[in-house]
């Protein structure tokens, strides 16, 4: 292994495995705190012990190790009982436990299984979303409160509730009844998508995709259509994360630099996965009728079969996004569907649309909003406006490269207002 700091090490285990250990930690303890605590205990072991033996040819797979030991451990000095032969059989469960801890039929994945345990009908929708976020998607705080367009404070109050609910009313760590699944569905899916959006638009950072974490929301789609392989909305997020995803490689320059739709080299578009994400999607259509997540991967659908840019059919796209918003009306639908308009009928028509949204409370941190209505202003060549709104963006956005994209947007229009000036 390249030589690294033990910091870093640890830093990138904990970012990439941390929602695996703990997931694995709470199936064997039952209670998600200490399994948090036992993870944090390990990070501590290693940073005490790697120093003296060396950073292990596997540090991930130590880490997990570690983990579930002390689990493990942690079982055997809480749990007591009176007689010997109950000592013994629960000292016998501990090993059968410790020895098939990797081992479950019922679903092949811990993370999974959390999920739908955050997402218990006896919780409130908007806190399990949110626990599960944190402990299944390893978001940050910032992030999910980024995500749902409210204030940090709130995000640690759902997340402190639905953490006591949990453990006051021992809600099971388990897959529910096939019968249960469908009203659990819901959360679940808008979890698997958060993780997806996180990764595709990374909110904060460096980097403009977090491509772990598109991946890894793929594969719990993949996990959860195994599990429920008739529900027409867990086909349709799937197809629309791979369809998506498939652009991942196009969307930056080797430097890491933004690069525009219209700029993008198709080539190097994953055609892999735009064929699996299309194939999904073709079977969602035969399992009911087409809920948000298929309307947004037909939208998906609609870029990836073009030749070029200039062959994208936009009014299909504006009139799907359109359906998007009877199904799911929201203020960033209708500012996507502006987008689309402003592709098939010009800049004008699209600001009109997008000039209703400037008062949307849940719009008002969010930097596509000036973001966009800048891009339509420019397009209109109103220089100085679209400086304006250009600046105001630039004051919300937290990614470095949408950061850098908006700067390099903003001069543009400042030279172009100097010289426009008599």
């Known amino acids: 292994m390249e030589h690294r700091g033990n910091a870093g090490i640890l830093e990138e285990i904990f970012r990439r495995e941390s929602a695996r250990i703990v997931a694995t930690l709470v199936r064997i303890i039952g209670d998600i705190?200490?399994?948090?605590?036992v993870l944090q205990e390990t990070i501590v072991s290693a940073i005490e012990y790697w120093p003296s033996t060396g950073v292990p040819d596997d540090p991930a797979a130590w880490m997990t190790a570690a983990a579930k030991n002390?689990?493990?451990?942690?079982?055997?000095?809480?749990?007591?009982?009176?007689s010997i032969s109950e000592q013994l059989a629960r000292e016998q469960a501990l090993e059968e436990l410790q020895a098939s801890v990797d081992e479950d039929a019922a679903i092949p994945d811990d993370r999974l299984r959390l999920m739908?345990?955050?997402?218990?009908?006896?919780?409130?929708?908007?806190?399990?979303?949110?626990l599960t976020l944190r402990l299944v998607g390893g978001l940050s705080t910032p992030e999910?409160?980024?995500?749902?367009?409210?204030?940090?404070?709130a995000v640690a109050q759902r997340i402190v509730r639905a953490k006591k609910l949990i453990r006051e009313r021992h809600l099971p760590y388990v897959v529910p009844e096939r019968a249960d699944l469908p009203q659990r569905l819901a959360s679940v899916l808008s979890v698997i998508y958060l993780i997806f959006n996180e990764g595709y638009a990374a909110r904060e950072g460096p980097s403009l995709t977090r491509t772990d974490l598109c991946y890894e929301a793929i594969r719990l789609g993949a996990v959860l259509v195994e599990l429920m392989p008739d529900q027409s909305e867990a086909l349709g997020l799937l197809a629309l994360m791979e369809v998506q995803t498939s652009r991942n490689r196009a969307r930056v320059t080797p430097s890491g630099e933004l690069v525009q739709m219209a700029d993008q080299d198709r080539a190097l578009?994953?055609?892999r996965l735009i064929a699996s994400g299309l194939n999904h999607l073709e079977r969602a259509a035969h399992f009911g009728p087409a809920g948000a997540y298929q309307v947004q991967a037909k939208i998906a659908a609609c870029h990836a079969v073009a030749a070029t840019f200039a062959a994208t059919d936009w009014r299909r796209i504006a009139a799907l996004y359109a359906d998007l918003g009877r199904i799911s009306p929201s203020p960033v639908v209708e500012l996507n569907r502006a987008i689309a308009v402003s592709m098939s009928e010009g800049p004008a028509t699209a600001l009109a649309i997008i000039d209703t949204l400037a008062d949307e409370p849940t719009l008002q941190s969010y930097h596509r909003l000036p973001a966009t209505r800048a891009d339509f202003l420019r397009?209109?060549?109103?220089?100085?406006?679209?400086?304006?709104?250009?600046?105001?963006?630039?004051?919300?956005?937290?990614?470095?490269?949408?950061?850098?994209?908006?700067?390099?947007?903003l001069k543009e229009c400042e030279t172009r207002e100097k010289a426009a000036t008599p």
């Open 33 to 37: 705190d200490i399994a948090e605590e």
């Open 70 to 82: 002390r689990a493990i451990d942690y079982l055997r000095r809480t749990q007591r009982f009176g």
């Open 116 to 130: 739908f345990t955050c997402c218990h009908s006896e919780l409130a929708p908007e806190n399990g979303v949110v």
């Open 144 to 153: 999910i409160a980024r995500a749902f367009l409210v204030s940090e404070a």
């Open 269 to 271: 578009w994953d055609r």
């Open 379 to 409: 397009q209109l060549e109103r220089w100085a406006e679209a400086a304006h709104e250009y600046r105001r963006a630039l004051a919300l956005v937290s990614n470095d490269r949408e950061r850098d994209f908006l700067t390099a947007r």
